[in-house]
């Protein structure tokens, strides 16, 4: 589509990408002209449809395009939504933003409505969201408060969300435990993290991880390094780099970096780090010039089938910082008008 900008084939590269997606077309996976969750190739057709549309100047196709079939959100970027916030179309985007059901063209929304200087506006589009129980915006709304000196409204929000809507999960209470942090709450910050009594969604370790955290704020370091060190996971390498991180937080620099491995991955930049903080140059270099381990990754065909256990336990291995990333494709199914149902997206990826 970018190869033929200023060419004057708009209208051939509009009917090849229409074909792609028009009614009784098979399916790429399956085959089958009758599939429910029919897919295109290439997966964007409908948005590549739009922007020719757009690049002639017919917005209005482009946005019926977009709005009468199935489109694809990429990495958070809905593109009905930001064709909409491009021609300042804000009433329109408002409308959608009610009805998305993944929660992104609330969030261009909110991001449009805070650049304009509109933080009373932005924290409005949220609100809702919150109130029907999603934990994504009530992060999203969380951050944006903080951002704006309301910190203390923040932890209200996040501290406030049921567990039964994510409010016990590890990426709701880590921002939580900054928060507390941030505003000077640790010590009322260790108290609700206590409270908690089935953290479902969050692993012992990232729990102990945050209050050691909350720990270590109020000036309770050599605690916070003992109990991580005495959980069954405290020998492990991010167990170490939690330490170094507390202990260097103390100003316990030489500390730090005998508890870092200048010989796993990991711990090579934290480590590297430390030792230009202590004005060991050279050897600061040295760690952070050895070659890294490589890490072959071998091609995962299509299946239906569910993982085995040791493809698992493979997926699990290696170096954290050398994990591929992988692009977000989620389909944005079109609710009934007048109706928003609630957020289906993704919680962000865990990692410690």
């Given at each position: 589509?970018?190869?033929s900008?200023g060419?004057?084939r708009d209208?051939?590269v509009?009917?090849?990408?229409?074909?792609r997606f028009?009614?009784?077309?098979a399916?790429?996976h399956c085959?089958?002209?009758e599939?429910?969750?029919?897919?295109?190739e290439?997966h964007?057709?409908?948005?590549?449809?739009?922007?020719?549309?757009?690049?002639?100047g017919?917005t209005d196709?482009?946005?019926?395009?977009?709005?009468t079939?199935e489109?694809?959100s990429?990495?958070?970027?809905?593109p009905?939504?930001?064709?909409l916030?491009r021609?300042?179309r804000m009433?329109?985007l408002?409308?959608?933003?009610a009805t998305e059901?993944?929660?992104?063209?609330?969030?261009l929304?909110?991001e449009l409505?805070?650049?304009r200087?509109?933080?009373?506006?932005?924290v409005?589009v949220?609100?809702?969201l919150v109130a029907?129980?999603?934990?994504?915006?009530a992060v999203?709304?969380a951050e944006?408060l903080?951002?704006?000196?309301?910190g203390d409204?923040a932890v209200e929000?996040?501290?406030?969300?049921?567990?039964a809507h994510?409010?016990h999960?590890?990426?709701?209470?880590?921002?939580?435990?900054?928060?507390y942090v941030a505003?000077?709450?640790?010590?009322?910050?260790l108290?609700?993290f206590?409270?908690?009594?089935?953290p479902?969604?969050?692993?012992?370790?990232?729990l102990l991880r945050l209050?050691?955290?909350?720990?270590?704020?109020c000036?309770?370091?050599?605690?916070?390094v003992?109990?991580?060190?005495?959980h069954?996971e405290?020998?492990?390498p991010?167990?170490?780099?939690?330490?170094?991180?507390?202990?260097s937080?103390?100003?316990?620099?030489?500390?730090?970096v005998?508890?870092?491995?200048?010989?796993?991955p990991?711990?090579?930049?934290?480590?590297g780090?430390?030792l230009?903080?202590?004005?060991?140059?050279?050897?600061?270099v040295a760690?952070?010039?050895?070659?890294l381990?490589?890490?072959?990754f071998?091609p995962?065909?299509?299946?239906?089938?569910?993982?085995?256990?040791?493809?698992?336990?493979g997926a699990?291995?290696?170096?954290?910082?050398?994990?591929?990333?992988a692009?977000?494709?989620?389909r944005?199914?079109?609710p009934?008008?007048?109706?928003?149902?609630?957020?289906?997206?993704l919680?962000p990826?865990?990692g410690?």
């Amino acid at each position: 589509m970018e190869v033929s900008a200023g060419l004057d084939r708009d209208e051939e590269v509009a009917d090849l990408l229409a074909a792609r997606f028009a009614p009784g077309r098979a399916c790429v996976h399956c085959g089958s002209p009758e599939c429910g969750q029919r897919s295109y190739e290439p997966h964007n057709a409908v948005a590549l449809l739009a922007a020719v549309r757009e690049r002639q100047g017919r917005t209005d196709e482009a946005i019926e395009v977009l709005r009468t079939h199935e489109i694809v959100s990429v990495n958070g970027v809905d593109p009905l939504a930001a064709l909409l916030a491009r021609h300042d179309r804000m009433d329109e985007l408002r409308a959608y933003a009610a009805t998305e059901p993944l929660e992104d063209a609330a969030r261009l929304l909110a991001e449009l409505l805070e650049a304009r200087g509109d933080v009373p506006g932005a924290v409005e589009v949220y609100r809702p969201l919150v109130a029907d129980g999603s934990p994504h915006a009530a992060v999203r709304l969380a951050e944006l408060l903080a951002r704006h000196g309301r910190g203390d409204e923040a932890v209200e929000v996040l501290r406030t969300l049921p567990a039964a809507h994510g409010g016990h999960e590890d990426w709701i209470l880590d921002p939580l435990a900054r928060l507390y942090v941030a505003q000077g709450r640790a010590e009322e910050g260790l108290a609700h993290f206590a409270a908690i009594e089935d953290p479902a969604g969050c692993e012992e370790w990232d729990l102990l991880r945050l209050r050691a955290d909350l720990l270590a704020a109020c000036g309770f370091v050599e605690q916070a390094v003992e109990e991580l060190r005495a959980h069954p996971e405290g020998g492990s390498p991010y167990a170490a780099e939690q330490v170094a991180r507390l202990l260097s937080g103390a100003g316990r620099l030489e500390e730090a970096v005998a508890v870092l491995d200048p010989d796993a991955p990991d711990h090579r930049e934290d480590l590297g780090a430390l030792l230009m903080r202590l004005g060991r140059v050279g050897e600061a270099v040295a760690v952070l010039r050895k070659p890294l381990p490589a890490v072959l990754f071998e091609p995962v065909g299509y299946s239906d089938s569910p993982p085995s256990s040791a493809q698992r336990s493979g997926a699990a291995g290696g170096s954290r910082r050398a994990r591929r990333i992988a692009v977000s494709r989620r389909r944005i199914p079109r609710p009934p008008p007048g109706r928003r149902p609630g957020s289906r997206s993704l919680p962000p990826p865990r990692g410690r």
